[in-house]
């Protein structure tokens, strides 16, 4: 199976800062990773996702990394906002077979004005 | 706007009784999930479909029920079986035969005993 989970539950910086969340992997067959943003209260919106054929994927002010020597991935949001604060889950796929998510266990990340 | 609706938000459940939480979805997505999230969890799958008429059991799948009827709903039931309901429940889709996508969530239903 797969089991996914998360280095550190909860991530403090400044608005303006960078972030950086990372997110560990166990089995070498996911080939889709998903990072979701779930503001409380409300369910998970999808940020990005990245497929086991690339290293890197950038959207607007977030980037996703992805290191398969290792297994583990990791979420970059620039210049981190108010707005940001939330937590933060990663999903992985694994090939073939029913399209079955595992999700890591979220970090929180709070951002200071 | 396409989405997923849960419903109710809060929902309370009383000692022996069964409930119903409502999921529906006007994105014409074959494949629908219901998972169980607790405090400073993950989430976890109860049931999964991936078609019409045809359903199967996820991780946590012991004193819930579903049916999926239609394309479009995929209810979940929590019965008196289930011990420890009280969480939040988070209903989703996604399309099938078209790669890997990501799936979208409705927003919730907060299950809690009364």
């Known amino acids: 199976g797969e089991s996914v989970g998360l280095h550190l539950p909860t991530l403090s910086v400044q608005e303006g800062d960078n972030s950086i969340i990372n997110c560990a992997y166990s089995n070498s067959a996911s080939d889709y990773f998903i990072w979701y943003k779930q503001e409380s209260g409300k369910g998970p919106q999808f940020i990005i996702d990245i497929r086991s054929n690339m290293d890197k994927r950038q959207g607007q002010r977030v980037t996703v990394l992805l290191n398969k020597t290792v297994k583990h991935l990791s979420l970059q949001i620039a210049a981190t906002q108010p707005g940001d604060s939330a937590v933060y889950f990663c999903?992985?796929?694994?090939?073939?077979?029913?399209?079955?998510?595992?999700f890591g266990r979220g970090t929180s990340l709070i951002v200071h004005p | 706007d396409g989405g997923i609706t849960q419903s109710p938000k809060y929902l309370f459940r009383k000692e022996g009784q069964n409930v119903t939480l409502s999921c529906e979805q006007n994105l014409n997505h074959d494949a629908m999930y219901w998972y169980r999230q607790d405090p400073g969890q993950g989430l976890r799958l109860i049931y999964y479909s991936q078609i019409v008429n045809d359903f199967q059991k996820g991780d946590i799948a012991e004193g819930y029920s579903v049916s999926r009827e239609k394309k479009e709903s995929f209810p979940l039931t929590v019965t008196s079986a289930q011990k420890n309901p009280t969480a939040f429940y988070l209903c989703?889709?996604?399309?099938?035969?078209?790669?890997?996508?990501?799936?979208?969530f409705g927003d919730g239903t907060r299950l809690s005993i009364l």
């Open positions: 989703a889709s996604t399309p099938t035969g078209e790669g890997n996508q990501p799936q979208h």
């Open positions: 999903a992985g796929v694994l090939s073939g077979g029913s399209y079955i998510p595992t």
